[in-house]
């Protein structure tokens, strides 16, 4: 299928956590990266649907692509009404200019970058609208970033994949009008919810088990003295999305 990495398919492994923890966009992200008007709107790298959701609320013809099998079961169980299709950035499974728009959710750093151009470029119809963002927590809020550190902290030996938030597109590929943005929002959690979050990254998926009981545990422990969040039933957890859109010329 050309992943460009094989642990960009490690989140199948735990697809129902995903979905259940995983925060999805804020819809203002959405909005900024849709173009105007109708068309067929592609949600590729899908994984159970974050996106989807959002996108099937909008608009009319949504085509969701996912690599892994296990991504798919729980998205289609979650979004019956969309079409969704097995297929990768590197190898998708559409007609030439059939989409208005192409976006990619906090998956293009698992993309390769020069094979998902030309596959993008070659679905979106002249003007279409190439969109990619990363939502994740915003670390630039104190305890947020206090608590990222800290599960640095207990995976000191493992690097942790941050994607670098940039489109780097090819000399030569057919985009125009290149725009940046950040939104930001709230997702609610419960303090159980917010230790499951980071279980859900691909860092604690590729850890052996006893491990991420190890890392759980000292998470949960540290979640249920933190001054902020012990007490909480739920907790407003702050959300960055940083988002990119082209346009595709023609
Ligand atoms: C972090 S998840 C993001 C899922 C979803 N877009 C979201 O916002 O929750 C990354 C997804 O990228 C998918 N993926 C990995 N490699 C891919 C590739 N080469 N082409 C398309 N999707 C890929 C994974 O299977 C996974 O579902």
Redesign the pocket.
Known sequence: ?????PS?????RSAVD?DRL?P??PRAAVDWLLPGGGGGVV??????????RLLSARCRQVTA????AR?RAVLTDRCPEVRTLA????HLPLADACAHAVL????WH???PAL?VVEIARVLVPGGRFGVLW?RRDDDVPWVAELDAFVRGLVRDIPLREPCYQVDLPDGAPFTEVRTCVVRGTVERTPEELVGLYT???FFLRLPEAEQRRVRARLADHVARHPLLAAASRVALPLRSVCWRATRTG
Request: charged share 20%.
């Open positions: 299928m050309g992943e460009r990495s960009g398919m490690s989140f199948g995903y995983r999805g966009p949600d590729l790298a899908a994984g159970t649907g974050a996106l989807t692509v996912e690599p892994d991504m297929g990768s950035g590197e990619v959710s906090s998956a698992w993309l390769d998902a939502t859900t990254y691909g």
